[in-house]
């Protein structure tokens, strides 16, 4: 892109650089990055620097904290995109869903090899305790079965849930299916737990705009979608995955 046609871009779409964060404890999608700290590394940040750059638009995927922070932050329009977000009808209230979904996301209950139970269903998990990263959403449907009936403490990272369950003082760990197994293994813990089998939820993962985003337009928010849109045919983010997977589980 020449000079002249990224300041078009610029002007066209009112934003020359995007302030983006997420989920912090998401890897290989989203983790603090160890060589450059305050920012955010992953196979969604450069997954977004290809959907963007080619716009005219710079990317900084920040790590401004718990991914109850980032919530609450795109909330006050302080961030201009949110790197992954499951839909919920309270988010729906300040965030713009840019559609397709980048992948869909399996949730599952992890446990101890040692302390498997029959799980069918959710009620299944009612008179256990469970733990999972706080302000953590796993499909509304569940959210709103788990709040009234399940019990389940919320932390700040997902290391300190699978190392209470390690310890049995929780039964078992709600997290993704992807996501668990790279923590797992970066851990050292993979041999120990199992994730059960149905998984509780699955649910699409998006890119959103904050509704007070200053980036957030209806020009940018359709360019992004088509350039999202044939990325996501072409399988690159299946491709940044596998390689991020590597990249995170070679730093322990």
Same mark, same amino acid.
């Given at each position: 892109?020449?000079?002249?046609?990224?300041? $078009?871009?610029?002007?066209?779409?009112?934003? *020359?650089?995007?302030?983006?964060?997420?989920?912090? *404890?998401?890897?290989?999608?989203?983790?603090?990055?160890?060589?450059?700290?305050?920012?955010?590394?992953?196979?969604?940040?450069?997954?977004?620097?290809?959907?963007?750059?080619?716009?005219?638009? /710079?990317?900084?995927?920040? %790590?401004?904290?718990?991914?109850? &922070?980032? $919530?609450? $932050?795109?909330?006050?329009?302080?961030?201009?995109?949110?790197?992954?977000?499951?839909?919920?009808?309270? =988010?729906?209230?300040?965030?713009?869903?840019?559609?397709?979904?980048?992948?869909?996301?399996?949730?599952?209950?992890?446990?101890?090899?040692? =302390?498997?139970?029959?799980?069918?269903?959710?009620? %299944?998990?009612?008179?256990? +305790?469970?733990?999972?990263?706080?302000?953590?959403?796993?499909? +509304?449907?569940?959210?709103?079965?788990?709040? *009234?009936?399940? %019990?389940?403490?919320?932390?700040?990272?997902?290391? +300190?849930?699978?190392?209470?369950?390690?310890?049995?003082?929780? %039964?078992?760990?709600?997290?993704?299916?992807?996501?668990?197994?790279?923590?797992?293994?970066?851990?050292?813990?993979?041999?120990?737990?199992?994730?059960? *089998?149905?998984?509780?939820? =699955?649910?699409?993962?998006?890119?959103?705009?904050?509704?007070?985003?200053?980036?957030?337009?209806?020009?940018? &928010?359709?360019?992004?979608?088509?350039?999202?849109?044939?990325?996501?045919?072409?399988? /690159?983010?299946?491709?940044?995955?596998?390689?991020?997977?590597?990249?995170?589980?070679?730093?322990?």
């Amino acid at each position: 892109m020449t000079f002249a046609s990224a300041a $078009q871009a610029q002007e066209r779409f009112s934003c *020359e650089t995007l302030e983006v964060s997420g989920n912090p *404890e998401y890897p290989p999608l989203l983790w603090q990055s160890s060589q450059t700290p305050g920012l955010l590394t992953g196979a969604v940040p450069q997954l977004l620097r290809e959907i963007v750059e080619p716009l005219g638009i /710079r990317v900084k995927v920040r %790590d401004i904290g718990s991914w109850a &922070r980032v $919530q609450r $932050q795109a909330e006050l329009g302080e961030i201009d995109l949110v790197a992954g977000a499951f839909i919920t009808s309270e =988010r729906i209230g300040y965030l713009d869903y840019v559609l397709p979904p980048m992948m869909h996301l399996e949730t599952n209950v992890w446990v101890l090899k040692h =302390r498997q139970f029959e799980y069918r269903h959710w009620p %299944d998990l009612k008179g256990r +305790q469970g733990s999972t990263l706080i302000n953590n959403s796993f499909g +509304q449907r569940f959210d709103r079965y788990a709040s *009234e009936n399940l %019990d389940i403490e919320g932390v700040r990272s997902i290391e +300190q849930s699978f190392l209470m369950a390690k310890a049995e003082r929780v %039964d078992y760990v709600l997290y993704e299916e992807l996501q668990g197994r790279v923590k797992l293994a970066r851990l050292g813990l993979n041999d120990d737990f199992v994730a059960l *089998e149905p998984a509780i939820s =699955r649910e699409g993962l998006f890119f959103a705009f904050p509704k007070r985003s200053r980036c957030n337009s209806e020009a940018l &928010r359709e360019a992004f979608m088509q350039s999202l849109n044939r990325l996501t045919n072409e399988g /690159r983010l299946s491709e940044l995955i596998s390689e991020y997977a590597r990249r995170y589980v070679d730093q322990r």
